[in-house]
């Protein structure tokens, strides 16, 4: 069954660095999404993307965040400069033309802000 | 807006019995999804269902089985003959128009099943 894949599974940073989380999304599928889980709470819409270009965006994508696919494989999600509360496991998404069918999450990537 | 409410943050049952998990969602469009989700120690999101508003119609898989009722604004789920392997965090989610179909969580229910 296809996946989504998420690297790293688990990544430790100094505040104040970047970060460039990864994934690949299933193949056939159009649009992307970030979401956000902190330790212990509910997982949280990030931003989506469709079409090489931002859809939706939440008020927790701020300036500090963008999301690229550069290659037509690879969605990535860069935090230019982390803080510590920026700690949390990320899940990419994808979804096919059907957006909510087949809606997809990877493994995620545990992000520890230190 | 939309909004997820799961109420019980922690359940514990023993082994074999029956749970039930109480979902209640907000929504102001009449086409909207609802979905439940199993996030075991691992940490990873397993799909389990995917409702459409307009199929009221209660679907049960093994020892899983899903009540939608519209009229409440509800979606329970209840595991039969509950096993060790089910402990994990339960999270509901809707997904509607308004929303741009991006998915709303509710804060999950931790769910522990003592052998």
């Known amino acids: 069954e296809p996946e989504v894949t998420q690297t790293p599974s688990h990544q430790v940073t100094q505040m104040g660095q970047e970060v460039i989380l990864r994934c690949v999304p299933i193949?056939?599928?159009?649009?992307f999404y970030w979401y956000r889980q902190i330790l212990g709470q509910k997982v949280e819409f990030l931003v989506s993307?469709?079409?090489?270009?931002?859809?939706?965006k939440s008020e927790i994508f701020d300036d500090q965040f963008s999301v690229e696919r550069p290659d037509g494989s690879n969605f990535t999600l860069k935090i230019r400069s982390t803080k510590l509360e920026d700690s949390a496991m990320y899940f990419c998404?994808?979804?096919?033309?059907?957006?909510?069918?087949?809606?997809?999450f990877g493994s995620g990537t545990r992000l520890t802000v230190v | 807006a939309q909004k997820v409410t799961q109420a019980q943050t922690e359940i514990s049952v023993v082994e074999k019995e029956d749970v039930t998990l109480d979902c209640v969602y907000e929504?102001?469009?009449?086409?909207?999804?609802l979905f439940w989700y199993k996030q075991p120690p691992s940490g990873e999101l397993v799909f389990l269902i995917r409702?459409?508003?307009?199929?009221?119609q209660n679907e049960i898989s093994g020892r899983y089985s899903w009540n939608f009722q519209k009229s409440t604004s509800s979606f329970n789920f209840t595991i039969t003959a509950s096993q060790v392997v089910d402990s994990a965090v339960y999270f509901c989610?809707?997904?509607?128009?308004?929303?741009?179909?991006?998915?709303?969580f509710g804060t999950g229910t931790r769910l522990t099943v003592i052998p």
């Open positions: 993307f469709y079409n090489n270009e931002i859809s939706e």
């Open positions: 409702r459409n508003s307009f199929d009221e």
């Open positions: 193949s056939n599928h159009l649009y």
């Open positions: 998404a994808s979804t096919s033309e059907g957006r909510l069918y087949g809606y997809t």
């Open positions: 989610a809707l997904s509607d128009q308004t929303g741009a179909n991006n998915l709303f």
């Open positions: 929504t102001r469009d009449t086409t909207y999804y």
